[in-house]
Structure formats: C-alpha cells, structure tokens
C-alpha cells in the first residue's frame, strides 16, 4: 500500500509560486504514475498535472498550461508540483494520487478514479 504524504501548501498573493512535494513510501516509486488533483469548496475534484513512470511524459489541465509544472525524483521517492503565477482561482486543496503503471492513453491520466492512492491533501490559498 502507497503511502501518500503532500507538504508545501500555504497562503500566497496573486502572481506567488508555491512547490508541493508529494513524498511516497512502501513502494517501488518508479513503478508508479503519479499525478496531482485539486478540489475547490464547493467544486468537483479536478485534474491538474500527471506524470509518467519513467517522468518522459507529462500532463496538464489547460487551466495550468504554462504556470505549472510536475516534475519526479525517483531517488527521494518524491513528486513535485512547482506552481508559478498563481491566481485566486487556484485556490484548492491539492491531492497527490498514484497509480501502479502506466495508462493506455493520455486521456485517462486526467482521470482521478484510475488512481489508486491519495494523500490527504495540502491547502492553497492565492489572495487576490
């Protein structure tokens, strides 16, 4: 069973950066997809970026194309999201999921009910 453990979140003014880092343990890291949902009161869960097992590709809303970006380091079994140019509408609890394998096809890394492991979330907050 993966272990799932999201730190970094916090309070930031519009046009901020934040990183999160999503540490995994119990498991081979490098057999896992992992990727990173978010959930805004009152809102659905929602993708936001994945990445593959071997870290050659990558997934992202178009929400946040150009200001966000996922990135793996199978040596400290860690995952990051670095988020650049935050806007209030970012505001969310941010999940790490995972998933033993790879996905058949890009599509369906945006899907949360192909994750197996969640962690148990980091809050964002962008003030406008």
């Known amino acids: 069973q993966v272990q799932l453990v999201e730190s970094g979140g916090g309070y930031v003014q519009t046009g901020g950066s934040l990183r999160l880092s999503c540490a995994a343990s119990g498991v081979t890291f490098n057999s896992y997809t992992m990727g990173w949902f978010r959930q805004a009161p009152g809102k659905e869960r929602e993708f936001v970026a994945a990445i593959t097992r071997s870290g050659g590709n990558t997934y992202y809303a178009d929400s946040v194309k150009g200001r966000f970006t996922i990135s793996r380091d199978d040596a400290k079994n860690t995952v990051y999201l670095q988020m650049n140019s935050l806007q209030p509408e970012d505001t969310a609890v941010y999940y790490c999921?995972?998933?033993?394998?790879?996905?058949?096809?890009?599509?369906?890394?945006?899907?949360?009910?192909?994750?197996?492991?969640w962690g148990q979330g980091t809050q964002v907050t962008v003030s406008s």
């Open positions: 999921a995972a998933r033993y394998g790879d996905l058949s096809g890009s599509i369906w890394y945006t899907v949360g009910r192909f994750y197996n492991n």
